[in-house]
């Protein structure tokens, strides 16, 4: 098997040194060569695996500083048939990455937008002359930067030396220990694991709405390693949420958990089971 995974691209994203690691892990444990394809956003990435146009998609869920990417659960709860194979956690090291002669130059410093969040405080006080952009990707950002001499990016090493330019400084996210969760999301049905992920959709906003299926799991001794809120975009304080759970959703007891939630529930979304893979980036290739 030789499967194909889309990645939110250009080539030189944080998401793509998820997937390089991914895809390394595969021909490892599987001896599969995987095909990498980047697309252009996050919810065009999951598009893809929804569609099976790939077998999996590499997608960021969360970010040890910012927290989710809102993105990525928003489609995935409007993607009915996708199922999580795998959490990722990724280490992220942010660099300064632009042709200007000296920092003072730099009138401009595109990123993601959880890249400049992410390294905030040390670009207001190194750069507070610039003005921060917006961009779909880091590596986008990087593109910019190779075009301008007064414009720098926050990227990756990988992304500077896939794109041949310098690096002006170094580990400038606010947080040293900053780390990025991504999922692994397939089409297919997934495996066994250590986490699941589930959202749901409360009936009425209502004392106690929410506590009773959380009750459900606590009763049971299930732990939620996480829980979010997102809005329904249907009416104003209408939430979605969105639990993972430490543990495996075979159990008998979260097997019963998930049937009495049910009824506490308007739409009860299971995204399936999957372990957590701690990764590291891959060298990069030579600069071109």
Same mark, same amino acid.
């Given at each position: 098997? %030789? ?37 252009? *956003? ?10 099976? /146009? ?6 960021? #869920? =969360?970010?040890?500083? =910012?927290?989710? #990417? *809102?993105?990525?659960?928003? @489609?995935? +709860? ?9 959490? &990722? ?12 002669? =000296? ?18 405080? +040390? ?9 921060? #952009?917006?961009?779909?990707? *880091?590596?986008?950002?990087?593109? $910019?930067?190779?075009?301008?001499? &007064? ?12 794109? !041949? ?7 400038? %996210? ?5 780390? *990025?969760?991504? +999922?692994?999301?397939?089409? $297919?049905?997934?495996?066994? !694991?250590?986490? @699941? ?25 299930? %732990?939620?390693?996480?829980? /979010? ?36 529930? =308007?739409? &009860? ?6 372990? #957590? ?12």
């Amino acid at each position: 098997m %030789n499967p194909s995974i889309a990645y939110l691209g250009p080539p030189g994203t944080y998401t793509e040194a998820a997937t390089l690691a991914y895809a390394e892990y595969l021909q490892q444990t599987h001896g599969w060569s995987s095909q990498l394809t980047p697309r252009a *956003t996050i919810a065009q990435t999951l598009q893809a695996a929804a569609a099976q /146009e790939v077998a999996y998609a590499v997608v960021p #869920v =969360e970010n040890s500083i =910012e927290g989710g #990417v *809102t993105v990525t659960l928003d @489609t995935l +709860w409007q993607l009915e048939c996708l199922q999580i194979h795998k959490a &990722l956690v990724l280490p992220i090291t942010h660099s300064l990455i632009s042709r200007a002669s =000296e920092r003072e130059r730099i009138t401009k410093v595109y990123s993601h937008p959880q890249a400049l969040a992410q390294c905030q405080g +040390w670009l207001a006080k190194q750069l507070p002359q610039a003005e921060l #952009v917006a961009t779909p990707s *880091t590596s986008e950002a990087v593109l $910019h930067a190779k075009e301008d001499t &007064l414009v720098a990016a926050v990227a990756s090493i990988r992304a500077a030396q896939l794109y !041949g330019l310098p690096i002006l400084a170094q580990a400038i %996210n606010d947080y040293p220990e900053n780390c *990025t969760r991504f +999922w692994v999301v397939s089409a $297919h049905s997934g495996n066994r !694991g250590s986490h @699941t992920s589930l959202a749901f959709s409360l009936p009425a906003n209502v004392p106690g709405a929410l506590l009773k299926p959380l009750q459900v799991f606590a009763q049971r001794g299930i %732990n939620l390693s996480r829980i /979010e809120s997102r809005p329904t975009k249907l009416a104003l304080g209408e939430y979605l949420f969105f639990i993972d759970l430490e543990a495996d959703s075979h159990q008998t007891t979260v097997q019963s958990a998930l049937e009495e939630i049910r009824g506490y529930t =308007e739409v &009860l979304k299971l995204f399936g089971s999957y372990d #957590v893979l701690s990764v590291q980036p891959l060298a990069a290739p030579p600069t071109l």
